[in-house]
């Protein structure tokens, strides 16, 4: 709940709005003052769609990797592929999860 009231109030893209491919790299603050960074698929100015809400589970890892020189994702990825005619995809970062961070026991919030 505190994420889609986040986005509501979102104006501004973030530094490096371009990083992603397919998506708008956007911040803003929750309730409780936290820099939220979350990334939502581009639409013109007259589509309607819905959005679809997609919040990973837990652990330290960023919802981005790098992969040599490119930038992947997963489930949003997928998703924006095969439902981007359909819908807004809607992709929360965890706050204070660094762009493309990979701890090195991924799936814990062990440093």
Aim: include cysteine.
């Amino acid at each position: 709940m505190v994420a889609l009231a986040c986005v509501l109030a979102a104006t501004m893209p973030a530094p490096g709005a371009d990083l992603v491919p397919g998506f708008e790299r956007m911040t803003c603050n929750d309730a409780y003052g936290r820099n939220i960074t979350f990334y939502i698929s581009p639409v013109t100015a007259n589509e309607k769609k819905p959005v679809a809400l997609i919040i990973l589970g837990s652990g330290g890892q960023s919802i981005w990797m790098r992969v040599g020189d490119r930038i992947a994702g997963g489930l949003q990825n997928l998703f924006l592929n095969v439902a981007k005619e359909q819908y807004r995809v809607l992709v929360v970062e965890k706050p204070g999860v660094p762009f493309a961070f990979n701890p090195p026991q991924p799936g814990t919030a062990i440093d």
